[in-house]
């Protein structure tokens, strides 16, 4: 015998608004730390970027490979995620309470740590009895890294927060 089920279905409807900048979003502590994480994040790439090329050997390491790589993958999404807070409302009061979010940060946060200090490892052992003209700039790099990391620890914990308010 079939039976007949009935469902509650809801229609969400969302009208077309127009994009407007809220700069004031960025006085949130999530946003503000997201526009450090991109500002750092970019320093980052720059200074492993620059230092590789200068030595001619553009991420021969795979601890510069791996930096390089971490270092874009979260700088792309976290400006994009700062982006889109800035021109959306919906986005900016959503996102933080997703899990995503907060699954993002931590992730964010052991890949820079352990990428940080892969390329320190490796700079202070390459470097250990002579010092090159990339030292500075790599090992700059990499304390950023740890300095982002951190920033994403701290992301991570009001990201859990909104995630448990929301």
């Not at 021109?87 to 052991?110: D, G």
């Not at 990428?115 to 202070?124: F, G, R």
Request: glycine share 4%.
């Amino acid at each position: 015998m079939p039976q007949s089920v009935a469902a509650n279905r809801r229609m969400i409807t969302l009208s077309a608004t127009t994009i407007t900048f809220s700069w004031e979003i960025l006085k949130t502590p999530s946003t503000a730390l997201k526009l450090l994480e991109t500002v750092i994040g970019a320093i980052c790439l720059g200074l492993v970027s620059y230092y590789s090329v200068f030595s001619n050997r553009f991420l021969g390491d795979p601890e510069h490979t791996f930096f390089f790589l971490v270092t874009f993958a979260f700088l792309m999404t976290t400006f994009l995620m700062l982006i889109s807070a800035i021109l959306s409302l919906m986005s900016a009061t959503v996102l933080p309470k997703t899990l995503f979010e907060f699954l993002y940060h931590v992730f964010a946060f052991i890949f820079y740590i352990s990428a940080s200090l892969a390329l320190i490892v490796t700079v202070s052992s390459q470097n250990k009895h002579y010092r090159t003209s990339t030292y500075e700039g790599k090992m700059a790099a990499a304390v950023l890294g740890l300095v982002n990391s951190v920033l994403y620890l701290i992301s991570a914990f009001f990201s859990f927060r909104g995630y448990k308010m929301g």
